[in-house]
């Protein structure tokens, strides 16, 4: 028949006979739960109690004990009903148990393992220690099994690192890494293969590991003896060398020159701005937004397979078209295409340069399909395309004044082609005590 051993929350031992209950026991200075188990070689139940001890109660103690149910009754009537519960044997190990087991192997003695939260224990039946492990790490799970060693057992120890430490008594023979941290490891055999790794995650996910690989039963044929042809093997080695040389020239590797390059990309930016406004979803609040036109012209001297034209500039500008993919580009032959900036959003980009990159595959004969390269140039934008002249203003919200001892540079000098018209700022250029900028983000 089956006998079912229940620990509640109060520290109470329930047995069952198959459906039907026999009776139950409390356990003398209970405070909080720990893990059970159960010796069939000693009949008793082992657990860790909340003094950090490790306790072993004989079934038939717990038998002929006092019954819970009568646990409210006086000492005398205790007494006089049954025998009081004692512990068979108690061995204090110094914190608190994440599990316990008990394992009995052939090759080995009957044994109580005891996982703590900084050591694992190995005990006798009586409650000795056998030996003991000191952990450098966290441990979550563990088992013990069966060892092709005599008179040893192997260990399965898990940890909060994700990883799994493999022991033959106190020595560490193998650790793997884990993908997630087990809250539970056992070692099973499914179908032929044996020694495979069962690990739970706190999540639910379930792994099948298996350490170690399986030998490899093919075997090279014997390569049939030939006499070796000297000639062949040099003409081959001068071949390779060739090959190697060729494709580790520099040349092929530094930069090259500018005159030189393979495809160039240039860009030109409009002087003027642009007549009718291109500029698209502009966030500012304003009667037209400016926008000035940027030419780009993109010239091969080889064959380009696959270019593609990206055109960046700095937030909050914007581009009206930032992606070109053209066709394969001939010898000799070029592409352009004309493009508008215009400020998008409502503040002062911090850079009026923008970046135009050119990616695109040159086909080689060692590699038909085409080496990437890159080919990219800068320009600049006016400042124009952001700010507007202003009146000069002593009630402005912003105002910044430069004091010098020596006669002030001309703004057109410092900022050349920046407005088209400077003239609101020529008086204040000629006094030389003072420069004020009269410039107004748009």
């Known amino acids: 028949r089956d006998l079912i051993c229940i620990q509640s929350m109060d520290g109470m031992l329930m047995l069952f006979e198959q459906e039907s209950y026999a009776f139950g026991r409390f356990l003398p200075g209970f405070l909080l739960p720990g893990p059970l188990t159960y010796s069939s070689r000693t009949d008793s139940f082992i657990t860790v109690s909340s003094c950090q001890q490790v306790e072993s109660y004989k079934y038939q103690v717990l038998a002929f004990a006092t019954d819970a ?60 220690i056998r030996f003991m492990k000191k952990l450098d790490y966290s441990p979550s799970c563990f088992i013990p099994y069966c060892s092709v060693k005599e008179g040893t057992i192997n260990t399965l120890v898990g940890n909060h690192g994700k990883i799994l430490n493999i022991y033959q008594d106190v020595t560490l023979k193998w650790a ?17 293969l044996k020694g495979v790794i069962v690990t739970l995650s706190d999540n639910g996910h379930l792994q099948c590991s ?103 500039v700095q937030a909050p500008l914007a581009v009206t078209c930032d992606q070109f993919i053209f066709h394969d580009l001939e010898p000799d032959s070029s592409e352009t295409v004309v493009l508008s900036v215009f400020l998008k959003g409502n503040c002062s980009p911090s850079e009026l340069e923008g970046n135009c990159v050119v990616s695109y595959n040159t086909p080689t004969e060692l590699n038909p399909e085409g080496i990437l390269k890159v080919a990219q140039c800068n320009f600049r934008l006016p400042l124009r395309l952001v700010c507007s002249p202003a009146q000069p203003s002593k009630a402005a919200n912003h105002k910044l004044t430069i004091d010098t001892n020596k006669p002030p540079v001309s703004f057109l000098t410092v900022f050349p082609g920046r407005f088209l018209n400077m003239s609101v700022i020529g008086d204040v250029l000629g006094t030389p005590t003072g420069v004020v900028c009269l410039c107004q983000v748009m």
Not at 70 to 88: C, F, I, P
Not at 226 to 253: C, G, H, P, S, V
Request: aromatic residues 4%; contains cysteine; hydrophobic residues 35%.
């Open 69 to 128: 149910d009568e646990r409210q009754e006086t000492e005398q009537q205790k007494l006089s009903s049954g025998k009081r519960l004692a512990v068979d044997w108690v061995l204090n190990i110094g914190e608190q148990a994440l599990d316990i087991c008990v394992v009995s192997f052939n090759q080995a003695v009957s044994s109580v393992f005891v996982l703590g939260e900084r050591n694992f224990f190995c005990l006798k039946d009586n409650g000795q």
């Open 176 to 192: 793997t890494q884990l993908p997630h941290i087990p809250v539970s490891v056992k070692v099973a055999n499914l179908q032929d």
């Open 210 to 312: 298996y350490l170690g690989t399986d030998p490899s039963l093919f075997q090279a044929p014997k390569v049939d003896s030939r006499e070796i042809n000297y000639e062949e093997f040099d003409a081959e080695m001068k071949e390779l060398q060739k090959i190697i040389k060729e494709a580790t020239q520099t040349q092929d590797i530094l930069p090259k020159s500018e005159k030189h390059r393979d495809l160039t990309v240039t860009a030109e930016v409009s002087p003027h701005l642009d007549a009718e406004s291109q500029a698209i979803d502009s966030e500012i609040k304003a009667a037209a937004v400016p926008s000035v036109t940027v030419k780009i012209t993109i010239q091969s001297r080889v064959t380009a397979q696959k270019p593609n034209l990206a055109v960046c």
